[in-house]
């Protein structure tokens, strides 16, 4: 009876153990055989591989594994976090140098300007008048201006300085 040729298997579909699948990708048989318990390398037969799918479920499996079920990927959550490291790091470099300030800081600054602009205001007409009483419509129109634009013009003076040291206890 004339022997049968052996079938011809192509490189990608051979079979491989365990030790041989450890050398290719550069890990330990230990290794190999964990990533079969978390079924991540399926064997066909024990301690054999098919080299193809193992190799390729490997990478895979190094890679951040497959999305699957909407799941995000491993890797993909790890890009995120160390992009909000980086944001963070840049925000709060930029709050050490003063080019950034806290929302409460602002916000204080801004009222304490207003309600001063705002007395200023106030006390315009109780000041003026006594002064004013007897002069011509213009003259009380340049005054009530430029009181106005004196008392406006604490507004227009912002300065980073001001934003400095604004976490001292409030009252």
Request: no cysteine.
């Amino acid at each position: 009876m004339p022997k049968e040729k052996a079938k011809e298997v192509q490189f990608h579909e051979a079979e491989v153990l365990t030790n041989m699948l450890a050398q290719i990708v550069g890990k330990t048989p230990q290794w190999i055989r964990q990533l079969t318990r978390d079924r991540i390398l399926m064997q066909v037969g024990r301690g054999r591989y098919i080299l193809g799918e193992s190799v390729q479920a490997y990478i895979q499996h190094v890679s951040g594994g497959k999305e699957t079920d909407n799941k995000p990927r491993f890797i993909d959550e790890k890009t995120a976090h160390e992009r909000i490291k980086k944001e963070k790091a840049t925000l709060e470099l930029e709050l050490m140098r003063g080019d950034l300030h806290a929302t409460k800081d602002i916000e204080k600054l801004m009222t304490e300007m207003i309600l001063t602009v705002k007395a200023k205001l106030q006390v315009i007409a109780f000041r003026l008048a006594p002064q004013l009483e007897n002069e011509t419509e213009l003259v009380i129109e340049t005054a009530i201006s430029n009181e106005i634009n004196e008392a406006l013009k604490g507004l227009s003076e912002y300065s980073p300085t001001l934003f400095v040291n604004q976490d001292e206890p409030d009252d």
